[in-house]
C-alpha cells in the first residue's frame, strides 16, 4: 500500500505575514490527517520560517527547484546542500513553468533530481504534456521521454524513493482538471512504464496527481488506483483547501 503525499507548491506567492497565517492555519487543522504524507514547498526566502514554525510537527518542506551544482559562481542559485541546511526532505524538479519559462530540458531536470537525490532530498519530478500535444495524441509520448531521461540518466531505481507528479500543462491554474478517467490513464502509463524496468520500484513510487485540484475533486483523483496524491498549486495557499485534499488523500 503507498501511503500518499499531498505536497503543496506555493510558486511566487505570499508574504512573510501571509506565510506565518497559512502555516498557523495548517497546523491546526493537520492532526486529522494521519494516513497521509503533508508537505509545503514555500518559495526560498521564507523556507528558515517555514522550518522555524514546522519544526516537530508532521508536516514536511522542500523548495520549488535547485541547482544542479554544488556551490560557485551561479548567481541566483541554490544548492540542495543549502535545502538541507533548512532542514528540506522535498524538492520539486522540472516544474512545467520551470520548463517553459526557464527553458529547462528532459536532462537538465534529470540532473536536478539526481543531485537532489544524491543530498537525501526527495525529488518530486514532474511531467506531463501541453494542450496541444494532448490533441496532438502524443500525450504519452511526451510523459514517456520526460520519464526515460531520469531512467537513462540515473537507473529506474533513483524512483525507489523518489515521487512523480503527472501535471498536464492545460490543468495548471487553469480550474480545468484532468477527469480521474484521463489522470488515471497516464498514471498507468507512467507506471507501467516503470514496471518494464523494475515491478518492485513501479509498485512502491508515488505518483501524484496535480492540475487545479481541489477539496471537491481530490477524493475522486485520488480514490483511482495510481493516484497517490496530489502536487497542489492554487488551492496550497489557503489552509482550508489544502487541509481539505489533506483529508480526502487521508
Ligand atoms: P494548480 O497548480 O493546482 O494551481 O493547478 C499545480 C502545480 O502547478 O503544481
Redesign the pocket.
Known amino acids: 500500500m503507498r501511503r500518499p503525499l499531498v505536497a503543496g ?1 506555493w ?1 511566487m506567492n505570499g508574504s512573510l505575514e501571509s506565510v506565518r497565517n497559512l502555516l498557523d492555519g495548517i497546523k491546526r487543522g493537520i492532526d486529522e490527517v494521519k494516513n497521509a504524507d503533508v508537505a509545503v514547498c514555500p518559495p526560498f526566502v521564507f523556507i528558515p520560517e517555514t522550518e522555524k514554525l514546522l519544526a516537530g510537527s508532521v508536516i514536511g518542506w522542500g523548495g520549488q527547484d535547485l541547482s544542479i551544482e554544488s556551490s560557485g559562481a551561479y548567481t541566483g542559485e541554490v544548492a540542495a546542500s543549502m535545502l538541507n541546511d533548512f532542514g528540506c526532505q522535498y524538492v520539486i524538479v522540472g ?1 512545467s ?1 520551470r520548463r517553459t519559462y526557464h527553458a529547462e530540458s528532459d536532462e537538465l531536470v534529470a540532473k536536478k533530481y539526481a543531485a537532489a537525490q544524491a543530498a537525501g532530498l526527495v525529488p518530486i519530478l514532474c511531467v506531463g504534456e501541453t494542450l496541444e500535444e494532448r490533441e496532438a495524441g502524443v500525450t504519452e509520448q511526451v510523459v514517456a521521454r520526460q520519464l526515460d531521461a531520469l531512467i537513462n540518466l540515473a537507473g529506474v531505481e533513483s524512483l525507489t524513493d523518489g515521487v512523480i507528479a503527472y ?1 498536464p500543462v492545460w ?4 480550474g480545468k482538471t484532468a477527469t480521474p478517467e484521463q489522470a488515471q490513464d497516464v498514471h498507468a502509463f507512467i507506471r507501467g512504464r516503470v514496471a518494464a524496468k523494475s515491478a518492485e520500484v513501479a509498485d512502491g513510487v508515488r505518483i501524484l496527481y ?4 481541489k477539496p471537491d475533486n481530490a477524493k475522486e483523483l485520488i480514490g483511482k488506483p495510481d493516484i497517490d496524491g496530489g ?5 496550497s495557499l489557503k489552509a482550508e483547501d489544502f487541509l481539505g485534499i489533506c483529508t480526502a488523500a487521508n
Open positions: 507548491n510558486k516544474h513553468e501535471e490543468a495548471i491554474g487553469t496535480g492540475g487545479s485540484m502536487l497542489i498549486g492554487g488551492a
